[in-house]
């Protein structure tokens, strides 16, 4: 028995639902100030395993320094609010829901372009409390 390539063993439909990765902070860290695209290669970032966020940080911001891989974004979490990584990447939904509601210093720093895009990097700006603002606002 022979194994075949996924796209060639089974048709993909067009994505219906493109998302945007969003970085998400501790209030005051200096990522929250500081994020310009040569900037935000020098932090340590921190995502689970398998996610479009981990992809997004070694191939679009490419970091000085390897991300830390975790198995759960809850584990990715508690590295954030042990400060054991300045940030993680994630797509804007659960960002947004991160900021707001699970992680009780946390904001949304940033969104990046959609994958088609060619800006280099967070054209948008959003807090927890407008989701789709384009200016920033203290928290």
Same mark, same amino acid.
């Given at each position: *028995?022979?194994?075949?390539?996924?796209?060639?063993?089974?048709?993909?439909?067009?994505?219906?639902?493109?998302?945007?990765?969003?970085?998400?902070?501790?209030?005051?860290?200096?990522?929250?100030?500081?994020?310009?695209?040569?900037?935000?290669? #020098?932090?340590?970032?921190?995502?689970?395993?398998?996610?479009?966020?981990?992809?997004?940080? /070694?191939?679009?911001?490419?970091? #000085? @320094?390897?991300?830390?891989?975790?198995?759960?974004?809850?584990?990715?979490?508690?590295?954030?609010?042990?400060?054991?990584?300045?940030?993680?990447?994630?797509?804007?939904? #659960?960002?947004?829901?991160?900021?707001?509601?699970?992680?009780?210093? @946390?904001?949304?720093?940033?969104?990046?372009?959609?994958?088609?895009?060619? *800006?280099?990097?967070? /054209?948008?700006?959003?807090?927890? !409390? !407008?989701?789709?603002? #384009?200016?920033?606002?203290?928290?």
């Amino acid at each position: *028995m022979s194994v075949l390539p996924r796209a060639t063993a089974v048709t993909f439909s067009d994505s219906y639902y493109d998302v945007q990765q969003a970085i998400v902070a501790l209030k005051g860290s200096p990522i929250v100030a500081n994020h310009t695209p040569a900037s935000l290669k #020098t932090y340590v970032y921190g995502d689970q395993v398998g996610t479009t966020g981990l992809s997004f940080i /070694s191939t679009k911001i490419q970091p #000085t @320094a390897p991300p830390k891989v975790f198995d759960t974004l809850s584990e990715v979490s508690a590295a954030l609010e042990a400060h054991r990584v300045a940030a993680l990447i994630t797509d804007t939904p #659960t960002a947004q829901y991160m900021a707001s509601f699970q992680l009780k210093h @946390a904001v949304l720093v940033a969104q990046f372009p959609p994958p088609e895009s060619t *800006m280099a990097c967070c /054209s948008t700006w959003a807090t927890h !409390s !407008s989701p789709v603002s #384009t200016k920033r606002s203290p928290r």
